[in-house]
Each structure stands twice: as C-alpha cells, then as structure tokens.
T-cell receptor
Framework: SQELEQSPQSLIVQEGKNLTINCTSS?????LYWYKQKYGEGLIFLMM?????EEKSHEKITAKLDEKKQQSSLHITASQPSHAGIYLC?????????????FGEGTQLTVNP | DTEVTQTPKHLVMGMTNKKSLKCEQH?????MYWYKQKAKKPPELMFV???????INESVPSRFSPECPNSSLLNLHLHALQPEDSALYLC???????????????FGSGTQLSVL
C-alpha cells in the first residue's frame, strides 16, 4: 500500500477558483515537502513543513501540517493557468538512519482559462 | 547558481548499448541522488551519494552503475538495459545527506530515457 496517499488524483478547475490537495500518512511525518512538476520535467520545491500545526505561504499557495503530523494540505487561492502541473508531497516515513524521501502518487492539476 | 544540470535531456538507446547520464551541481552540496520516474508515477529513489561515497543502493539492478567522481558530479552508467527501464531519470542534490529533515532537495530537469 502507498505510504503517502494524495487526493484527489486529478483536479480540473476554472481559472480564479480555489482548490485544496491533501496528503495523508498512517505514520508520523518527519518533515513534509511539497513539490510541483511539469510533465516530463524536474521537481520544483514549493514548501517544507516540520512542526505540527505549521503553516507556510508563498504567493497564492498555502501549505499546512496538522497537529498530529499525519496530514498536510496544499491550498491554492485564485488559481491561474500557471498553477497547472503535478503536485507531489514527499516525506520521510522512516524513523532510523537510512530513511529516505518518499513521494505520494501526485495530483494532476488542470486550470482552464 | 542554484541549479542541478542534467545531460542529455533525451536519450534513445538499444539494449546492447552503453551510455551514461551526467549530473552536475555547483552549490557545494555533499549529497547527490538518482531517482527513477515512470510515467504517471512518483519518483523512486535509486542511489544516494554522501561525500562522494555510495550510502544507499535501493537494490537497483547491476545494469545501472552510479559513479561520483567528485563532489560536483554524478554519473549513471547504463549497460544492457531493458525496455522496461525506459523512464525519466532525475538527479537531485542537498547540502548534506537527507535526512536530517531540514534539508531541501534540488532536482534537475531529468533525462528522458527510451530503451528500444
């Protein structure tokens, strides 16, 4: 089973609409990362969250990590076509040295003008 | 310079060919990574180098051979690949080996590999 569950898998919104993407784990997250990827290209770092209850914003994107550190949400306000792409959450699932950054399956976002 | 540069961007090779993927960063990062990403799937870790030494090998087949000649360069040598190895290969780097979890990974734009 996937250790990081993202929902929805895909999302189509009209330009100007708000949207939320969720990332959930059954284990405590030791650091939660959000990346954006254009199809066939590299990953662009968006935000990193470490503390329970933490919230960060950059331009029109806000990410939160819940108090239990098992769920994160990414919220985009007044979406634009430039927000389109694949959003990936990544986290350290392991608790010992040698743990690694594991990614969720991604959310494909389409923003229609 | 906050870039991770990967070459080539696209590569087509036959199953008997030998080729290499290259990755370069000049941010002074001491950890470098290879990820493999199949279409519509998340990236999967292959190798991690820390201070030019291999620290993680995620049970990758021997037809993939990583090399870290110095702290700025990371290569992935390919030999006798199979069609199912066709994927986007991503290189990443971080200041120190991830974790600790306050490290950010910088990713390159990837090499799209097709094995015929």
């Amino acid at each position: 089973s996937q250790e990081l569950e993202q929902s929805p898998q895909s999302l189509i919104v009209q330009e100007g609409k708000n949207l939320t993407i969720n990332c959930t784990s059954s284990k405590t997250l030791y650091g939660l990362y959000w990346y954006k990827q254009k199809y066939g290209e590299g990953l662009i770092f968006l935000m990193m969250l470490q503390k329970g209850g933490e919230e960060k914003s950059h331009e029109k994107i806000t990410a939160k990590l819940d108090e239990k550190k098992q769920q994160s949400s990414l919220h985009i306000t007044a979406s634009q076509p430039s927000h389109a792409g694949i959003y990936l959450c990544g986290a350290d699932i392991g608790e010992t040295s040698g743990s690694r950054l594991t990614f969720g399956e991604g959310t494909q976002l389409t923003v229609n003008p | 310079d906050t870039e991770v540069t990967q070459t080539p961007k696209h590569l087509v090779m036959g199953m008997t060919n030998k080729k290499s993927l290259k990755c370069e960063q000049h941010m002074g990062h001491r950890a470098m990574y290879w990820y493999k990403q199949k279409a519509k799937k998340p990236p999967e870790l292959m190798f991690v180098y820390s201070y030019e030494k291999l620290s993680i090998n995620e049970s990758v087949p021997s037809r993939f051979s990583p090399e870290c000649p110095n702290s700025s360069l990371l290569n992935l040598h390919l030999h006798a690949l199979q069609p199912e190895d066709s994927a986007l290969y991503l290189c990443a780097s971080s200041q120190e080996r991830w974790p600790p979890t306050n490290e950010k990974l910088f990713f390159g734009s990837g090499t799209q590999l097709s094995v015929l």
